[in-house]
């Protein structure tokens, strides 16, 4: 039950983390397609590529534009929510989130604007460079927010003074622990998601015999991205798992079920499906494969694994079936992917590039359509799995969460929750009438390339 202040805004930054995180991520990726769909364009001059560029663009402005308004919310509430949380950390976190909004925000919107009605008014290669500017600034954006996420999981370059972080070397807090893994690993799967949106809306064109030589092209790009991709999110994501297994043992356990820490010489047995109960300290059933934990963990047959009982119940993952069951609906989804990918390119090779004869993979056309959800699922169990995981902590052995809430009525949180969600609701409803209207409405295959633009150097007897 959602009785306290604590609970309620724990939840009401989930709705809201939840809601804004399908935004940024298709940015990312739309906008570092249509870089690669400009250049195509630039280089080839084949009319298709200038197509394409202004058709997924006016889904990239609705995205953006949602995105946008939906994070709002989202950092008001470490003043209205979390003052002690801001207290505490905000000499870095507020730093890095200032970073975010004047590195990254601020280049997206200075330049989407000419990347959407530049088209006419601007020489070719300054739009490229705006295209170009909005896919590095939603990079940068997600670079920084990554980083300060990252520096909670993984706390470094800091000390505690008189109740509150000192930043003691920038560098080791920027490039904490978790870094890496944690920025590519997320960037990563912005990119696979954006590809699969992509992919799954030219094969439901394709499906219905809209434009087939025009999805074509689309979804053959898309799935090029991703025959390179999904392996690699793979691989990132096991070696993000072995960092997890190191600097979080109590997350790295919670997720795999884990209880009693395995004896010397023996391998640790993986679950491959459980209930964990953190009553009782234990999984009221399981199905295991002796070994596999150690494997997974520490890339080694007898690598030791810390269980769960080896830490207080204080400072254990609540949720842990959440957990559980997040973290293989994640990684079930990322194997599925590669094999769809996979497939479908064995498919199209032997389909020899011709259109007719993909039309008729209606099957594999249709599996494409209904995966379009998936990686947003992917994406927000992994974001549960990373934050409910780092639970009881707000910022890891660093700060409890239940000392970072603000003393605010439970009434007001309630409130504001409510007015969110009504909030999103709206935003929601008026995204999908909107895409609603774009895929009707289809690409405009009339369309051709504005005259070239000349740069012109103002004169002094023009200022």
Request: charged share 10%; hydrophobic share 55%; glycine share 8%.
């Amino acid at each position: 039950m959602l009785n306290n202040v604590l609970d309620l805004s724990r939840a009401q930054f989930a709705m809201t983390a939840i809601f804004h995180i399908m935004w940024p991520i298709l940015t990312i990726s739309l906008s570092a397609f249509l870089v690669l769909i400009e250049v195509l364009w630039l280089r080839t001059a084949n009319v298709s590529y200038y197509r394409h560029a202004r058709f997924w663009s006016k889904l990239l402005a609705l995205n953006f534009a949602v995105g946008v308004v939906s994070g709002i919310p989202m950092e008001f509430q470490f003043g209205t929510n979390w003052a002690g949380f801001s207290r505490y950390s905000g000499q870095f976190f507020g730093n890095i989130l200032g970073f975010e909004g004047a590195m990254a925000f601020m280049l997206e919107a200075g330049f989407i604007g000419v990347m959407l009605l530049g088209w006419s008014r601007v020489p070719r290669g300054v739009h490229l460079f705006a295209t170009s500017m909005v896919a590095l600034g939603s990079s940068i954006s997600a670079f920084w927010i990554m980083v300060a996420n990252s520096w909670m999981q993984t706390p470094a370059g800091v000390t505690v003074t008189d109740g509150k972080i000192i930043v003691t070397d920038y560098v080791a807090a920027i490039f904490n622990p978790d870094m890496v893994w944690g920025v590519t690993h997320m960037w990563v799967a912005a990119i696979e998601t954006g590809m699969f949106v992509i992919a799954g809306i030219s094969a439901w064109n394709l499906y219905k015999r809209r434009h087939p030589e025009f999805f074509a092209r689309s979804f053959k790009i898309a799935l090029m991205v991703l025959v390179f991709v999904a392996p690699v999110q793979i691989w990132l994501g096991d070696s993000s798992g072995g960092s997890v297994f190191k600097m979080q043992p109590a997350k790295g356990a919670a997720i795999e079920g884990h209880w009693v820490t395995n004896a010397p010489g023996t391998g640790a047995s993986w679950s491959l499906l459980a209930w964990p109960n953190k009553e009782t300290q234990r999984n009221d059933w399981s199905i295991e494969v002796p070994g596999m934990l150690s494997v997974l963990a520490t890339h080694t047959t007898h690598g030791q694994v810390k269980g769960l009982t080896d830490f207080p119940p204080a400072d254990q993952p609540p949720m842990i079936p959440l957990l559980y069951y997040a973290f293989r609906v994640m990684a079930g989804i990322g194997v599925a992917f590669m094999a769809l990918a996979f497939w479908t390119a064995y498919v199209l090779r032997k389909t020899r590039g011709n259109v007719e004869r993909l039309l008729e993979q209606r099957k594999l056309l249709l599996a494409w359509v209904l995966c379009i959800p998936l990686p947003y699922v992917a994406v927000e169990a992994g974001w549960i799995v990373r934050e409910v995981g780092r639970q009881p902590w707000v910022v890891y052995g660093l700060l409890r969460t239940k000392d970072a809430v603000s003393a605010v009525p439970a009434s007001s949180v309630t409130m504001s929750m409510v007015m969110f969600l009504i909030f999103y609701v709206v935003l929601l409803v008026t995204f999908a009438v909107l895409a609603r209207i774009w895929l009707r409405a289809g690409p405009d295959l009339t369309l051709n390339p504005p005259p070239l633009v000349k740069a012109q150097t103002a004169s002094a007897s023009e200022y």
